[in-house]
């Protein structure tokens, strides 16, 4: 993976146009003009600077959409997820999906491969500087939980079990918001032991059931809120700079309980670097010298 290039606002304007229109026929003739420069320099170049030519671009751009509408939209037949990432037939759809992944897509459907975010690894962008620090008091929030435990590898299938039970009780993130409550750093825990908790806001009964969500609330009180713009990557080098240098030279203490992320605009809604997510670290209050 390339490192990010600097800051050029011609090139972010065409992967912000390209963002835009991706179910479009996107061309290096129109791309060039975005980026007001001939076709001949725009193509060299954006293979330079990304390290992928335009149209590899593209097609893993489109590729990595269509695998994550096959593994977590099941309502999405495979002939419009074919069409959207710009394929005239599931036949050809098929084919480069498989070159790119080893699974068909119905295969891939019924079992992501662990890992298979990284074969659709695009180059990275110049992720914005992180946002203020603000010390806020939230009211406890109930929730709907299901709590994923074990190989962080393996946490697509919660997922995908958390968002048919979502579906299934008509609560899209458009109208429930979306939380993960994070026990366990995975860099710092074996796999077996990794926990995390996928929350949707929910206030009734919660029956019984057979994916295992269960009614929760996540507590109130004080937290500090950093809100982050970007992918996940740089999400978690802003939770540990969070805790390693604005917590110590805050005069903060934190509390004994998990940090929570609010994920307020999530891919593929958005694209992956414009995902918007509030990092919570909770905070114990002023004056507090005891336990929780």
Not at 114 to 120: C, H, K, N, P, S
Not at 144 to 158: F, I, N, S
Not at 213 to 227: K, N
Request: hydrophobic residues 40%; contains cysteine.
């Amino acid at each position: 993976m390339k490192t990010p290039a600097a800051f050029d606002p011609r090139f972010e304007r065409v992967l912000d146009h390209i963002d835009a229109h991706l179910d479009e026929p996107l061309d290096t003739a129109r791309l060039s003009e975005v980026a007001a420069c001939s076709r001949h320099h725009f193509v060299r170049r954006f293979a330079a600077r990304f390290g992928l030519g335009v149209q590899a671009y593209l097609q893993r751009r489109r590729l990595r959409r269509a695998a994550w509408q096959l593994a977590f939209r099941p309502g999405l037949r495979i002939t419009e997820i074919a069409l959207a990432a710009g394929y005239d037939s599931t036949d050809a759809f098929a084919r480069a999906f498989r070159r790119r992944t080893g699974q068909s897509p119905t295969g891939f459907r019924a079992r992501p491969d662990a890992g298979w975010e990284a074969r659709f690894a695009l180059p990275p962008r110049p992720q914005p500087a992180p946002g203020e620090v603000h010390v806020v008091v939230r009211a406890p929030v109930p929730v709907a939980r299901l709590r994923h435990q074990g190989d962080p590898a393996a946490l697509d299938d919660t997922l995908r079990r958390f968002i048919a039970w979502r579906r299934a009780h008509g609560l899209p993130p458009s109208r429930s918001a979306t939380y993960n409550v994070l026990h366990d750093d995975p860099a710092q825990t074996e796999p077996g032991a990794f926990r995390l908790d996928v929350c949707a806001a929910f206030a009734g009964e919660i029956a019984e059931n057979d994916m295992g969500v269960v009614a929760d609330l996540i507590p109130g009180g004080r937290y500090a809120r950093l809100r982050h713009v970007g992918t996940e990557a740089a999400l978690g080098e802003c939770l540990r700079d969070l805790y390693a240098r604005w917590l110590p030279a805050s005069g903060e203490v934190a509390r004994d309980a998990p940090p929570v992320l609010q994920r307020r605009r999530l891919f593929p809604d958005v694209p992956a670097h414009a995902a918007e997510t509030d990092i919570l670290l909770p905070l114990r209050c002023p004056n507090r010298d005891g336990g929780d």
